[in-house]
């Protein structure tokens, strides 16, 4: 069965931390994704990646950063968490067909 | 920029009901899909509709797409509870990193 592997389910950091969550798919997808998800906004796209060393902005990538060193690797890092990045975060990855994403199981992150 | 709305974004329902979600988006695209979020888990996919026309079913769920309206509808037949759920409706494109844009959710409550 093909996974998508978030490291952590929940989180609890505290302001000024930097905070990395990981996301590891092991179908050998070209694409991955981390979206953020809050109360009445929908998916949030944070940053994507489209290959190895490859990355590029969403919608809202103020205050995050992201690493692919490796195709079955996407870290998103928050160089300096705020209360305001208390969300779910959800990696995602995709091959360049028809298929859509398939989905990790979140991390809860809370902010303090 | 791509806009996609869900309406309603929050609706309950009787066990045996009928009723339909809508997803219209703002930008010609050449794929739709369909997605279910259980409460504190993470989201799968429910359809892939990729065609002017197209239409899938699985079980008590229907999808259909209408590309020339910018529509698609989610319909729902004789609904029970483990139908309750959040569902999205998200746009993509070809050859964009297959990035998609999701619309707000409806959270679908069944009631006894």
């Known amino acids: 069965d093909v996974k998508v592997t978030q490291s952590s389910r929940y989180l609890v950091k505290r302001t000024g931390e930097k905070v990395f969550l990981e996301c590891v798919q092991d179908?050998?997808?070209?694409?991955m994704f981390w979206y953020r998800q809050d109360p009445g906004l929908g998916l949030r796209l944070i940053y994507f990646?489209?290959?190895?060393?490859?990355?590029e902005k969403g919608d809202i990538p103020e205050g995050y950063s992201v690493s692919r060193e490796k195709k079955e690797r996407f870290s998103l890092i928050l160089e300096s968490a705020s209360t305001n990045q208390t969300s779910m975060y959800l990696c995602?990855?995709?091959?360049?067909?028809?298929?859509?994403?398939?989905f990790g199981s979140g991390t809860r992150l809370t902010v303090v | 920029e791509l806009k996609v709305e869900q309406n309603p974004l929050f609706l309950s329902m009787q066990e045996g009901k009928n009723y339909t979600i809508y997803c219209n988006y703002s930008?010609?695209?050449?794929?739709l899909y369909w997605y279910r979020q259980d409460p504190g888990k993470s989201l799968e996919s429910l359809f892939v509709?990729?065609?002017?026309?197209a239409v899938k079913q699985e079980g008590r769920l229907m999808a259909s797409l209408d590309t020339k309206a910018r529509l698609s509808t989610l319909h729902i037949t004789a609904a029970v509870h483990d139908l309750s759920a959040t569902y999205f409706c998200?746009?993509?494109?070809?050859?964009?990193?297959?990035?998609?844009?999701f619309g707000t959710g409806t959270r679908l409550q069944v009631t006894l």
């Open positions: 509709l990729l065609s002017n026309g």
């Open positions: 930008t010609t695209s050449d794929r």
């Open positions: 998200a746009v993509g494109f070809t050859g964009t990193a297959s990035k998609l844009t």
């Open positions: 995602a990855s995709s091959n360049f067909d028809s298929y859509g994403y398939t």
């Open positions: 179908m050998d997808h070209e694409n």
């Open positions: 990646s489209y290959d190895v060393k490859m990355k």
